[in-house]
């Protein structure tokens, strides 16, 4: 039988949406940009998001290791059997630029599996929500809500594609002729981009770089596979929460389940093809990493 997580994913949920009225509230106010190391930017609204959902949870779940996106990380995190992973502002560039690509996030590991997921839109006010076991819903800026599944798309010809908006490069021209895909949008966040593949609308995301983190994918990956999909490394692996490092080092590929292995050898074949045009490529991973020269930009996946 499986656990009942209810109140994980209500207060989860509560906290994700005052949260994202938080980060919306700063719209024509002083955003106080800085850069991390690295150059990723951080705004006075990520810093309030990150703090109050770390404060909130902190209060719900006290015995609950916390990893928030904008708090050193601490180690003694990987001794707890359940782990807070969030992201304050996924999509932060987006948010920048006031563009309605970006999201709050936040999920639970219980015993190293992502188990409990939000995702929650400050423009439009909807949130995506899913518990393994329980299944996954989408909730409107007025409360209704509603069941949400995969699609059931098996023809990769069908596939209706959502990719990175920032990275626009060969990579995604090679990837969508060699399945034959003619429908393709592109936006900043990653759980945005993974909430519209659990809901249905969307049949699957790729991105087998190596700059996004496991708060990026905890909560998304919660929802899709509640959802009845499936997201693994772009090798086809089980995504890693339990490391000190906190990158996913072999990319994100995230679908309805039903095109996965389709998907994932289009990825296997490209990177083979220019791993083989470029042998003097030591990124770790080779050029089919969009961190790789033939992606010059690291911005938002």
Known sequence: MAKDYSRELEIARAVALEAAAVVASFKGRPLGV??????????????????LIVRRLAEAFPDDAI?????????????????????????????????????VM?????????????????????????????????????????????????????????????????YYERFRRALGITDE???????????????????LYVYPGSQTKIWDSCGPEAILTAAGGKMTD??????????????????????????????LAAVANLRAEISANAPNDHAGGGASRLDSPMARKKTTT
């Open 106 to 170: 936040i999920g639970l590991c219980v015993e190293g599996r992502p188990t409990v997921g939000v995702v929650a839109q400050p423009t439009t006010g909807n949130v995506w929500i899913g518990a393994l076991g329980m299944g996954a819903w989408k909730q409107d800026v007025d409360g209704k809500r509603e069941a949400i599944h995969i699609s059931k798309i098996t023809d990769p010809r069908d596939i209706r594609l959502v990719s990175s908006k920032s990275h626009r490069m060969e």
């Open 234 to 263: 772009s090798d086809g692996n089980a995504l890693c929460y339990t490391n000190l490092d906190l990158h996913n080092p072999r990319g994100l590929v995230a679908s309805n389940g039903l095109i996965h292995a389709q998907a």
């Open 34 to 51: 800085e850069h991390k190391a690295g150059g990723e930017p951080v705004s006075l609204a990520d810093l309030e998001s990150s703090a």
């Open 185 to 203: 949008i592109a936006l900043g966040s990653v759980g945005l981009k993974v909430a519209l593949v659990s809901e249905g609308t969307r049949d």
């Open 67 to 103: 990893l928030s996106e904008e708090v050193p990380d601490e180690p003694s995190r990987l001794e707890k059997s359940r782990v807070w992973m969030i992201d304050p502002i996924d999509g932060t560039r987006d948010f920048l630029r006031g563009e309605p690509g970006y999201v």
